[in-house]
């Protein structure tokens, strides 16, 4: 392998990301700031907020504590 | 060649202090099996990663005649140099002259290589001196190596020279008049009282005040590599948590260039570990770009001569502390007989 072009300056706004977010992604991220912002910062602020704003997991389902928990550690790991 | 003592103090303070440690670029930078050229401290310089991912530092020079071995081939656990063949490995030393085998030049250690680590997705390197080759005491950033820490690194690449981006830090008035518009420095009183409180590793520069608002205080902290401690309270919408930190570094490239680093770090766990970075990867990394952007855009502005002529006032006393520890020390490195 040979040097990797040297270009200057690096200037990348997203570094973390492995993948563009989805639009389930940005929508969901979207609603947890607005239920920070307004319901709390609790785990069960969190659910309830995600639940009454009709926002559904992946599969369909209301969200629950557990399947919360499972979510966030598979996007946010 | 190592970094000579026979520099001037006005070299070293532009392109950076030696015998410390740096950060020189994210460790992605050099995947394994790969080769790397950089600048630091003004002079070329090659990272060489073999596929188990051992990396080394070295003088991008070939011991032959002085072609950059960046543009040689890598050959697993040494490079060639492109223009006559000579093979170096990770610690500098000739392993092979392939156009006059037995060459007395075989076996010889030549090319210089800095110790390098790696700490939280970036490569440190020691830069000493001809005089200091042996690595300084190297404490790391505890932020980087606590485990309940959870931390993003983002670099970038700034035409400043090294010391406007320290100062920069140094500065936390800045915040709430050139980060007025952002997403967490809006707040807080734009007239403040400040301190400089010492520490064992470094000062503390700090609102008298006010806490927990704004860009409110800043530790530096000289721990073998240089690197500041800062804290800025997020809003509601970043959930659970509490502020989040700032480390930050600088790579002194040359006189004009500089790399920054920093990493952005909060003291989560559990789920609300794992919503911050969902978060921070969906929304927030690109609100913190925005804002850096913000002082990428002031300090390339700012004259080459800026801190020539300037009419100082409370709020710069961490301005004046650091340059006079940075001056003090550039003098101290230099044995050039100084210039009038
Ligand atoms: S200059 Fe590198 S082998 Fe001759
Ligand atoms: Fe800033």
Partial sequence: ?77 | MPLSVSDTADHVYAHGLRNQWHPVVPSHFVAPGGLRKLTALGENWLLFRKADGTLSMLADRCPHRGAPLSLGKHLGDRVACWYHGVEVDGSGTVTSVPGLPGCNLEGKTLVTSLPVREVGGAILAYFGDDEHPEPADLTLPEPLTDPAVSAFLCYAEWDVPWRYAMENLLDPMHGAFLHHESHTMYDGDTQAKFRIRETERGYFFEKTDQRGVNFDWVELCRTGVDWVDLSIPYPPSAGPGGPFGIVGMACPVDAERTGVFFWRYRRVDDWQRDTWRFLYKTLIEERHWQVLEQDRVMLEAMPADADQYENLYQHDLGVVRLRRLYQGQAAQQSKAAPQS
């Fill in chain 1, 1 to 77: 392998m040979t040097t990797e072009a040297t270009m200057w300056p690096y200037l990348t706004p997203h570094q973390t990301r492995d993948h563009e977010p989805t639009p389930y992604e940005l929508k969901l991220a979207r609603t947890l700031e607005e239920i920070f912002t307004h319901d709390g910062h609790e785990l069960a602020d969190v659910v309830g907020g995600l639940n009454a704003r009709q926002v559904r997991t992946p599969s369909g389902e209301p969200w629950t504590e557990e399947t919360f928990r499972t979510e966030m550690h598979r996007l946010g790991a």
